[in-house]
């Protein structure tokens, strides 16, 4: 099937929830991608911070192939063993309590906000609020959606549960304030991943830390994109200065297997009880088995600080480069923020064409995800990409 028949069959059958670039993607190894035309594309997306470990991880690959020849299904009225092997994983390398694991990013954080919400009532809150700040992206399911700001605005969507609010952005002053006796929780992403990459400053993660100790509330980081050495350490966290009672995990833990996880500390994981919560076919063990797999890569103290140092090299490159006028973020998840007047979204297209695989978050932005497992000279190759889009761009201004 060629890509024009393929465009129409989407056309007829799939919702139209999605805008797609038109190229159909067949394989991918490391940090390459190559098209149903043979065309080989560097991937500096790397499925939106899913495929950290490259595509097609032969170790991934393997841990899959081995357990779905084994055991893909038993249901969670059983035991596993790579279940319960990830949950020891997961909270030994955080927070040190329970984990509940789900199939996306967005359940994971229903997870966390069920556990806010039971939390607050046990302390006598009758009606729990959840704090979030504007622009703050958290799922699609309707808790989640709740908490992200933006999108629970639409009309069309409503109504939106009740028990939520909104800050702005990495406003210490207007956090604290909003925190009180009815807060069950804040609930805030580390660095804004889908809205264009924005870390949040320490001084305001510690007025949330200290804001939710006064008020008996707990801090929820949702680490769904900043999580599994994305940012060079294995969650965000550890290079500030607060601890969360909850966190919340996805998107590469299962190196391309659909995972979720929301990791408490020690006390947050009592609150939920037998029937407060479940899903068929979270914490299966082919995902779990992945999860390892990823882990064993991941958790590294060397593969981490190669983040650190890949992430400085890239964003000096691309701060080097006319048209670039800032980089936020950090490690390997990083922001390029263009000169006013350059239209992001045709530079994507560009980039794309000529190989290369980024996304536009906003107007204005490049978002580079790209494996953590990218070599020196892929990275150079992406950054001469982005100068040779940003020159031919303006020269046909
Ligand atoms: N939270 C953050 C920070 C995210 O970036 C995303 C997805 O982009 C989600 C939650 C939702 O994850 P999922 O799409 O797996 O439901």
């Not at 500390?265 to 914490?283: C, R």
Request: hydrophobic share 45%; proline share 5%; glycine share 12%.
């Amino acid at each position: 099937m060629n890509l024009t028949e393929l465009q129409a069959l989407e056309e007829r059958y799939l919702m139209r929830t999605y805008k797609r670039a038109p190229v159909e993607f067949v394989r991918g190894e490391g940090a390459r991608l190559w098209d149903s035309e043979g065309k080989e594309y560097l991937d500096f997306l790397g499925g939106i911070s899913v495929c950290s470990v490259g595509h097609c991880n032969p170790e991934v690959v393997e841990a899959v192939r081995e357990q779905a020849g084994n055991l893909m299904h038993a249901s969670n009225l059983f035991y596993t063993e790579p279940m319960v092997r990830l949950a020891e994983r997961l909270s030994e390398s955080s927070l040190g309590g329970r984990v509940f694991f789900a199939n996306s990013g967005t359940e994971a954080n229903e997870c966390a906000i069920k556990i806010a919400r039971k939390h607050a009532h046990r302390r006598g809150v009758e009606a729990p609020e959840i704090v979030s700040f504007d622009r703050d992206f958290h799922g699609r399911t309707y808790g989640a959606l709740s908490a992200t700001p933006k999108l629970a605005a639409d009309p069309d969507l409503g109504p939106m549960l009740a028990g939520f609010r909104a800050v702005p952005f990495d406003d210490a002053a207007a956090l604290r304030a909003a925190v009180g006796e009815s807060t069950a929780a804040v609930l805030i992403e580390p660095i804004q991943g889908e809205s264009g990459i924005y870390p949040v400053s320490d001084e305001t993660l510690l007025a949330a830390r200290q804001a939710c100790d006064e008020a008996g509330a707990l801090l929820i980081l949702d680490e769904i994109q900043t999580g599994v050495g994305r940012t060079g350490s294995l969650w965000a966290h550890e290079q500030t200065p607060v601890r969360p009672d909850v966190l919340t995990s996805a998107k590469a833990l299962g190196g391309g297997m659909p995972i979720g996880a929301c990791v408490t500390a020690p006390a947050a994981g009592e609150v939920l009880e037998p029937g407060d919560h479940g899903s068929t076919f979270a914490g299966g063990p082919v995902a779990c088995a992945a999860a390892l797999a990823v882990l064993d890569i991941v958790d590294d103290p060397a593969l981490l600080r190669r983040v650190r140092e890949l992430g400085a090299r890239l964003r000096d490159g691309l701060l080097a480069i006319d048209g670039v006028h800032e980089v936020r973020g950090r490690g390997l998840m990083l922001g390029v923020g263009l000169d006013e007047g350059i239209d992001a979204a045709a530079l994507g297209a560009e980039l794309l064409a000529s190989g290369l695989v980024v996304n536009v978050p906003e107007p204005g932005t490049l978002r580079l995800l790209p494996p953590l497992t990218v070599e020196d000279d892929q990275l150079d190759r992406a950054v001469g990409a982005i100068g040779s889009a940003l020159l031919s761009y303006s020269a046909n201004q």
